[in-house]
């Protein structure tokens, strides 16, 4: 496996978390959890634009592993 | 009219008022009551007893016995409800049996508890050692509860220091194969998100005996065939370790970069995963 692929792998995972938590968001009922969630979210949010950024980045480092 | 034809009469009639009284006076335990409550109780009792029984008394007389002893504890009772000096009066008061570690022996000749009296109770609450508790009181019900010494009471969250999520009580949607509307609705969910989630689980309403639906959302069946194994929940693990192993992932890609840019945005981005996984992870767990 390429770095690119990795990062990649690894930008889609967290892609997943970040769904997850919404979906857990609006299924609670607690006040206080879906405030959690909520902010959890934000901060995986910010680590997704970082790693997106990162995944171009290599993509076109690494043109040749492009798909 | 005939004596058993009178009997009869006696015992339904007072049968009825008897079982107002009761619900009036109220639906305390036989151990919870107070001195009063159960000379009341033995009383009303042996009024009823009376005059079901023996012929020769008049029945009017039992109605208006039973109402000076109906009325009169339930005035008291709701006095009591206002005034502490007449609730210490009528329900008596607490005797401390242990303070600050000491047996206060004086207390206990007041109440006519022996030593072995007083180890019988101490050990009905699990406590067999007396040097173990801090503070022993008969409750007027004639109850002794007791405080352990901190170093002997259970470990609870709040001692290890944990931050444990609040978790509203669950609500049961299923019960005998159907599904029950009203808790349904105080989930704010709906039969539709229940059918759903029980294809998931690849189990039809009728085998299910009962389901529970937690604050968060997930549900629980408990299957009248106990043959089969229901999945438990696995959304939350699951997303808690996909936190846990990017974070990994990003610590990793930050040791495997040579770039120092590259390497401090992993880095700062690992760290902040971290933070998040802390944040979240008692929402997380049950």
Request: overall charge negative.
């Amino acid at each position: 496996m390429t770095v690119g692929s990795q990062v990649k792998g690894c930008f889609s995972s967290i892609k997943s978390v970040e769904a997850t938590l919404l979906s857990l968001e609006n299924k609670t009922q607690n006040p206080e959890a879906r405030e959690c969630f909520h902010e959890v979210q934000s901060i995986i949010s910010d680590i997704k634009t970082d790693l997106e950024k990162q995944v171009i980045y290599l993509s076109q480092q690494e043109p040749q592993y492009k798909n | 009219m005939p004596g058993w034809v009178e009997i009869l009469i006696r015992s339904l009639s007072l049968l009825i008022a008897l079982f107002f009284i009761t619900k009036m006076l109220g639906k305390k335990q036989m151990s919870q009551l107070d001195i009063f409550q159960y000379i009341t109780g033995i009383v009303i009792g042996s009024i009823v007893a009376t005059h079901v029984t023996d012929l020769t008394t008049q029945f009017e007389y039992a109605l208006i016995a039973l109402s000076v002893w109906f009325f009169i504890p339930f005035g008291l009772e709701y006095i009591a409800l206002k005034s502490k000096r007449v609730r210490d009066l009528t329900q008596g008061k607490g005797t401390v049996f242990i303070q600050n570690g000491r047996i206060l022996e004086e207390n206990l000749k007041k109440e006519r508890y022996t030593t072995d009296d007083l180890l019988e109770e101490l050990r009905n609450n699990n406590m067999y050692k007396a040097a173990d508790v801090e503070f022993a009181v008969l409750e007027p019900t004639g109850k002794v509860n007791v405080l352990p010494k901190k170093e002997n009471q259970p470990v609870t969250v709040k001692d290890i220091g944990l931050k444990p999520a609040p978790e509203k009580e669950p609500q049961t949607v299923v019960m005998d194969g159907h599904a029950l509307l009203e808790p349904l609705s105080n989930a704010s969910l709906n039969t539709n998100w229940l059918e759903t989630e029980l294809d998931k689980m690849d189990v039809s309403i009728e085998n299910v005996f009962l389901g529970q639906v937690d604050s968060d959302g997930q549900l629980t069946v408990d299957l009248y065939d106990d043959k089969i194994t229901v999945p438990s929940p696995s959304e939350k693990p699951l997303l808690l370790a996909a936190m846990k192993k990017s974070q990994a992932d990003l610590e990793l890609f930050a040791l495997a970069s040579e770039n120092q840019e590259t390497k401090n945005m992993y880095e700062k981005n690992s760290q902040k995963m971290q933070e998040a996984i802390d944040k979240v992870s008692p929402y997380l767990q049950y």
